[in-house]
């Protein structure tokens, strides 16, 4: 059977973070934080300072996300490739360590954004798709799951729910219940099971204790293994 893995994300780089760190830990589940160190949607004081992006990197990889969060295809090519590359700088800088993924702002890319983060020498990058359980190129990785209750994934969990009605009514806009029987699948039939979210969205949502049980339910599994995203790809 293929590998079961187990990966998870964050993005943004929200002071929040750090208490979705701690639960992470409590969990021993692995997992990148995407951090954009001047994120223009983030107010100043409630953004990860360097301190906290240390203490982060002690137990976690650390990922780009560009500088300011900007949508990529909205802003000139110098500016994508300088958000996209001192973003990698700056992390690197910050942490001391290499910082080797990116994700992509708002899951939004043109394939010449995908030409920038390998020439800044990213070699993995996360877009915003869900419910996908096999590797994708690594520089247009998928997700599985996102913590939050899509309206417009009727049809993917129509389709998850194999057009089963009652089923359906069972997983939709119920991420967590949903996250869980997509682990089951890929516990049974193996593959790659990604879950990500955003701290301060948790948090709004008031979603701490959903994930808490889904972390609670994917971790310490035998035969899984728990890796971070750049575990995914070998370092070039
Ligand atoms: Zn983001």
Redo the contacts with the bound molecule.
Sequence with gaps: MKPVIVTTSW??GHVLDMRLAALLKKYGIKGTF?I?PQ?REIPAKKRLTDFQIQELARDFDIGA?TMT?PRLPQVSDAEAEQEISNSRTHLQQVTGQPVATF?Y??GEYLPKHVSMVRRAGFSYARTTNRHVFTEQPPLESATTIHCYDHWSDALKVAIFARFNPVTFLRFYRKWDTLALAMFDRVFAEGGTFHLWG?SWEIDKNDDWERLERVLRAIAGRSGVQYDSNSDLVPLS
């Design positions: 993005d943004d995407y954009s994120d996300h969060h994700c702002p708002r955003h």
